[in-house]
């Protein structure tokens, strides 16, 4: 097949490639024929890479694999049928369970297709389980990760842990707990997994099955953590409970696109009258024109992003008498756009186009919501303790956010017998 | 003195891939035929599709090209697929040309 340059697809390009190739257009409706003449399913052949000793060989092995673009563009851990083997004791379901395609490309993921990214980025055994509820998550339709793996957006998962597993495979939920930790090292991999999943089998590659324009530097692990549970208010839900409807102390996986991450200064709360300045705090950066909010009305009607609170601004937020739905309308009604913000940054014929998909929600004249109702914020709690600092997630072009069920295999308690005795015992720091 | 080298078994990262769907049989001429355009809108659709159905329209002016303004403005995703099946049928298309990108 030809291929037009990419460039003639952008603003006010140069056509001449196309005036003088238009005869590849008539041959591809008529004399072109496809390579694959029949229906099957193909599975890669495992590889030989050799090299004059073991460093060298995974040298080579590396280098094989940027060339083929089955990487992150950093190294990997060679995935061996050994390293691949000992992720795999991480879940009882058979190695050639089809958990589903990744798309764009549409590579099938089975359960040992999960072991081999995880393994390729340095993970452990039990951190499978959450692996595969994470990637069940991913695929789920109402996700829309077809969209979401190709898009211009620069958007990537975020991923919340609920349940006792968390702590067990030390994921965390304290400081620095969307970044690089060694005491708590399960977000990096896990999140990289993810990562290599979606460019590998995926197809998410930059400028070939993803077009988004900046990436992203969180899309290196993505953003794996954990809800600090024992920090929450005792009458504030996990987000599990309260936005999925798990019954708390399930373990689970809740996913959801975002776009963007921004560190909100200002939140210690410890008068009724800084936490009324916390809540506007947070509502004046949530309500930005994101145009993403009303891209659709499977946006509009999802949840515009995550909120992040540390256990000492959610426990101060309770003190005086702020549950979570309480914030929540609170946070809707006071990150509503002003309309001169709206006319301002909207060309005058694209309004009533934006309107028109979330009547009565929006209209001319009137400040908009950033989401249909309040209980669609997502709030977590989650954090160094000091709770001076909160952190925003907004979405990109997301769709709905989902969450699924993790399942442990019966050699549970083995697999952290032996990660202590690999890491030593469980963090006490948060 | 010969030394030995050391050979790494690994994985294919990519997973294995299925073919669902063969691509359409191909024409024998465009002429004669009803081409339709379908657009997502997207990647400079508003300025390639108009040359494309002009210089195809001239080359083979027994050709009949449906454009992308006429009823088959849409998003060719995943979940527009059957009612993009059941415009294109109607309107009697032998070919269609997707753009941009999707």
């Known amino acids: 097949m030809f291929e037009f340059p990419l460039e003639m697809f952008l603003p006010g390009s140069d056509l001449t490639p196309l005036k003088e190739n238009i005869d590849k257009v008539v041959y591809g409706l008529t004399k072109w024929q496809p390579k694959l003449k029949e229906k099957k399913i193909e599975v890669p052949e495992k590889l030989t890479v050799e090299g004059e000793d073991y460093e060298e060989a995974v040298v080579n092995m590396n280098n094989l694999f940027l060339r083929n673009f089955w990487s992150d563009g950093l190294p990997l851990l060679p995935p061996t049928e050994e390293r691949v083997k000992r992720i795999l004791t991480g879940t009882s379901l058979s190695p050639d369970t089809v958990i589903g395609k990744i798309l764009p490309r549409g590579g099938i993921s089975t359960v040992e297709t999960l072991a081999i990214s995880l393994a390729m980025a340095g993970g452990r055994p039990e951190y499978l389980p959450v692996l595969i509820a994470a990637i069940e998550a991913l695929i789920d339709p109402g996700v829309q990760h077809q969209v979401l793996n190709a898009t211009t957006c620069s958007i990537y998962p975020a991923v919340i842990v609920n349940g006792p597993v968390a702590k067990q495979i030390r994921l965390s939920s304290g400081y620095g707990c969307l970044g690089p930790n060694p005491e708590y090292p399960a977000g990096g991999a896990i999140g990289r997994a993810i990562r290599l999943i979606l460019l590998i089998v995926g197809g998410g590659i930059p400028g070939r099955g993803s077009m988004a324009i900046y990436g992203g530097a969180n899309r290196y692990t993505n953003i794996v953590f954990a809800e600090d549970e024992d920090g929450l208010p005792s009458d504030w839900e996990p987000i599990n409970a309260s936005y999925f409807g798990y019954p708390r102390g399930t373990n689970t996986v809740a996913l959801h696109w975002v776009s963007g991450t921004n560190n909100v200064v200002g939140t210690s709360v410890g008068t009724a009258e800084t936490a009324l300045s916390t809540l506007h705090t947070f509502a004046g950066m949530m309500g930005v024109t994101n145009w993403n909010y009303w891209g659709r009305v499977e946006r509009f009607e999802g949840s515009p992003g995550i909120l992040l609170m540390a256990r000492g601004t959610a426990q101060g937020l309770a003190k005086f008498g702020w549950s979570k739905e309480k914030v929540q309308a609170f946070l809707w009604e006071n990150s509503k756009i002003p309309w001169s913000m709206i006319k301002n940054a909207c060309a005058p014929d694209k309004l009533k186009e934006r309107i028109e998909p979330h009547k009565p929600y929006l209209s001319m004249n009137k400040p908009w919501p950033i989401t249909s109702k309040p209980e669609n914020i997502m709030i ?51 | 003195m010969t030394g030995s080298r050391v050979t790494l078994k690994v994985y294919n990262p990519t997973g294995a891939t299925e073919t669902t769907q063969l691509n359409a049989p191909r024409l024998d001429t465009l002429a004669g035929k009803t081409i339709c355009e379908l657009s997502n809108a997207n990647w400079e659709y508003n300025r390639i599709f108009p040359v494309v159905r002009e210089l195809l329209q001239k080359q083979f002016p027994t050709a009949k090209i449906v454009p992308y303004t006429e009823a088959i403005w849409l998003r060719p995703d995943i979940d527009n697929l059957e009612h993009v099946s059941k415009v294109v049928k109607e309107k009697g298309c032998q070919a269609v040309i997707t753009g941009m990108a999707a």
């Not at chain 1, 399942?407 to 990660?419: G, I, M, Q």
């Open chain 1, 380 to 430: 977590a709690v989650a954090g160094g303790e000091q709770s001076g600092h909160g952190y925003w997630m907004q979405i990109g072009n997301s769709y709905h956010p989902t969450c699924k069920e993790i399942k442990l295999p019966p050699n549970w308690d083995e697999l952290l017998n032996k990660a202590e005795r690999d890491l030593g015992p469980l963090p006490r720091t948060r």
